[in-house]
């Protein structure tokens, strides 16, 4: 599976946009970058996914840069109940799991 | 939308003892996955099962454990002998095909406390 960093934690203000990062330099050409979020005391949740080009959602936007080696995704104006660790997982498609990684803690300050 | 639907939400039980989980997948959904979070740590993959047998599982997911479809709604995960670590917020998902493309669907877990 190809490796992802993210920051451990992040912090935003309430109706503010958002941008979580992930960086993903070993990711192979054809895997797909899936965001899921797990929101307190819950299964986690997909958000959003994308190949190459940008992708938008009714939940978010998916930014991925043109060497696909990291992406962004975008919350555009943060709620509180947006507060919730999200995990970027690259998608190998020798695998039909899905593998975790710690993700990112985005806390939401009202 | 759809929901993958788990009980019991919470199962203690004594150490040494057999515990079922039981999911109910997404109807159309044909590969099924369970998965188990201890307190603060990572998702961690236990079992994926597709046409009524395993696909994959991890080290985990040892002799203590199986699964099993046994009417084509049910996905259930046994625990024979349950021990101690095994206290943790059980995950079942399912997805409707194999493709990168495809979404996973998760249900809301069932916490089980081993005494």
């Known amino acids: 599976d190809a490796k992802t960093t993210q920051p451990n934690s992040m912090e935003s203000n309430e109706e503010e946009p958002v941008h979580l990062p992930c960086n993903h330099s070993?990711?192979?050409?054809?895997?797909?970058i899936h965001w899921y979020r797990q929101l307190p005391s819950q299964g986690p949740e997909y958000v959003i996914h994308?190949?190459?080009s940008n992708v938008n959602n009714r939940m978010a936007s998916l930014a991925i840069a043109e060497d696909r080696k990291s992406s962004t995704l975008i919350l555009h104006r943060a709620t509180l109940r947006d507060a919730a660790v999200y995990y970027c997982i690259p998608h190998t498609g020798a695998n039909s799991k899905l593998t975790f990684g710690k993700g990112i803690t985005l806390s939401v300050r009202p | 939308e759809p929901e993958v639907t788990q009980t019991p939400s919470h199962q203690v039980t004594q150490m040494g003892q057999e515990v079922i989980l039981r999911c109910v997948p997404i109807s159309n959904h044909l590969y099924f996955y369970w998965y188990r979070q201890i307190l603060g740590q990572k998702v961690e993959f236990l079992v994926s099962f597709y046409n009524n047998e395993i696909s994959e599982k991890s080290e985990i997911f040892d002799d203590q454990f199986s699964v099993e479809r046994p009417d084509g709604s049910n996905f259930t995960l046994k625990i024979r002998s349950t021990k101690l670590e095994d206290s943790a917020m059980y995950f079942c998902?399912?997805?409707?095909?194999?493709?990168?493309?495809?979404?996973?669907?998760f249900g809301s877990g069932t916490q089980l406390s081993v005494l």
């Open positions: 998902a399912s997805r409707r095909g194999l493709t990168t493309n495809e979404k996973l669907f």
């Open positions: 070993t990711i192979s050409g054809t895997d797909y």
């Open positions: 994308g190949l190459t």
